[in-house]
């Protein structure tokens, strides 16, 4: 590349050997050896993390300084009311994290987030990797470095998991990203429908797709939000499951599990990307939206 062009990721510009970071107060200028530059390119090919992210996470991970924030687009309340116009790309949502959940534009279906690849699980059961350019109106994701490893033998019902997951958790006042690798005797999803803009979450989830498994291994991509947090996030736990083969997935509702791998992440930074469309600006959010979210969270 002979020529200079943007990364775009606001205010970091990228020429061949050469990548220039500004932020409020600083601007650095680094050039590259030829080895580090195609290796710095081979990762964004592969990954589609933007430079400045790769060259941030390199020096934090070196440093050994917290590069973990937990974003999120949109709110609860929004999502409630039935905003769903795309607020942002899976692209950008690359630069946050490579590890999450969320939905798509309209409600098409679930996402999930494991291992920087971001995948939709649509409301026909079937699972693709969804691309850069797909919306999302909702959708929370963080860098993944469990800071603790623990196994739990065997949970009845997903109740009961969480409960087990409860021990491990040191506060009631943080977010925790939670992974969990297990074996599911059994498991039930579900995938919500494609809906209209302005349809309440709970009308447009009560004819949503639900699916049965059982014996499948897979991962569990979930997050805990505290109490207060009813009003802008999903309080709780809030799981997504994607099989070990990438073929079935969707929003957990029940699960027996055996042989779990669980790995937490404590988020210590939160921050919330808010939409600008006519529909969010004008919607009145006030109303809290957690009754709604356990109505249309629960099997139907």
Known sequence: MNHAERDGSGGAWVRSGVVCIRSMHHEVKLNLPEGLWRAIQKRRAESGESIRHIVNAALASHLEVEHRTLFQVSTSAALVRGI??????????????DFGLGTFEH????????EGKFFQVRSDGSVRVAENTAQSPFAVVTRFAASEDVSIAGASDLPALCEA??????????????RIDAHFERLRVRAACKSAEGVPLVEATSHQSEFEFS???????GFWAPGYSAAFS????????LSADRSRGGHLLRCVAEGARVQLQREGSFQVALPESTEFLKSD????????????EKPH
Do not use: C, Q, W
């Open 285 to 296: 959010l006030t109303r809290d939206p957690s009754a709604d979210l356990e109505k249309a």
């Open 165 to 178: 997951i409860d021990k491990r958790r040191g506060s009631n006042n943080l977010f925790y990203a939670i």
């Open 234 to 241: 999903i309080a709780g736990y809030h799981f997504h499951f």
């Open 215 to 221: 014996d499948v291994n897979g991962t569990l991509v």
């Open 107 to 114: 409600l098409d279906g679930e996402m999930i987030v494991l």
């Open 84 to 97: 769903y116009d795309g607020a942002v790309t899976v692209a950008t949502l690359r630069e946050h994290g």
